[in-house]
């Protein structure tokens, strides 16, 4: 017997078989991005607001789910490296800003 034919009879049945809407199935796909969405960091407030050129400064960054970032890229200035040395869920602080 094929492994196809082994489990087809319990999805035959009329008791557990049901259809699956349109609506239904765009509905997963909302709740699906919400989940998604709720997971990205986001980023409330970065401390100081200016760094002086040519120095290493301190960073504190807050925001929400912050443990989930791996790096950070100034997009502006690509001679900006930013280093993390610690992470948390709402901070990540001692962060250098280099140049």
Request: no cysteine.
């Amino acid at each position: 017997m094929s492994r196809t034919r082994r489990y087809l009879p319990p999805f035959q049945r009329d008791d557990l078989s049901f259809e699956l809407t349109q609506e239904f199935l765009q509905q997963v796909l909302i709740e699906r991005e919400r989940r998604a969405t709720q997971k990205q960091p986001v980023i409330d407030s970065i401390t100081p607001g200016e760094f002086p050129a040519g120095e290493t400064t301190p960073v504190e960054i807050r925001g929400r789910n912050l443990e989930r970032v791996e790096i950070i890229e100034v997009s502006e200035d690509n001679l900006v490296e930013v280093v993390i040395d610690r992470k948390e869920p709402d901070l990540i602080t001692n962060a250098q800003k280099l140049y």
